[in-house]
């Protein structure tokens, strides 16, 4: 975050997309505090805003994972981070025939976005006893850009799967062993709404 010019009296913002939900323009706490300024939030998501706070196209923005030590170092000045919104990442699921609300670990999730692990797996059958899972495949939808949904994800599953974490890792682009490509927050869950036998992520 750089600092705030005194006698400016409107910001443009870039960020995270599920950010603008709490920072919209004008928003009545930020007018009742600071009536002199408004604040135009771009969420044009994570990756943006660590890209224009680095260029100094604007003086602040927000992302979902930390910037790495190397993105701090390629910053023209010092950056300060601070929380200002939780929010959390989940996975969803279409599997034609099934409406009771599954079980899943994080290791049967790892598997899952590793190798499109059958849905009817033995461990995942034995968590859901009493229902009945097709064994076809899981195909995963997944984001296409750099984007801090992934960093969360990325990060859970890191600390619950070696082999995630040391095939994968954690990073806002990454490289996915499975599943296809959808562009934007909302793209890889309508992929799954639209099509059975997807799992993707949303937040």
Known sequence: MARWPRKRRSSTAPGRRFRSRSIPSGS?????????????????????GILQITNQTVFFGATDGPMTSDQLLAAPGAILHFPTVLGGVVPVYNIPGVRAELKFTGQILADIYLAGSPVGQRRHRELNAGISLPSSDITVVHRAEGSGTPIIFADYLGKIS????KRVGVAPLLNWPVGLEARGMKASPAWCSRHPARSATSN
């Open 28 to 48: 009545p706490i930020t007018n009742k505090l600071h009536p002199n300024i408004q604040i135009n939030y771009q969420s044009i998501g994570s990756g943006g």
């Open 162 to 165: 070696p082999d995630w974490k």
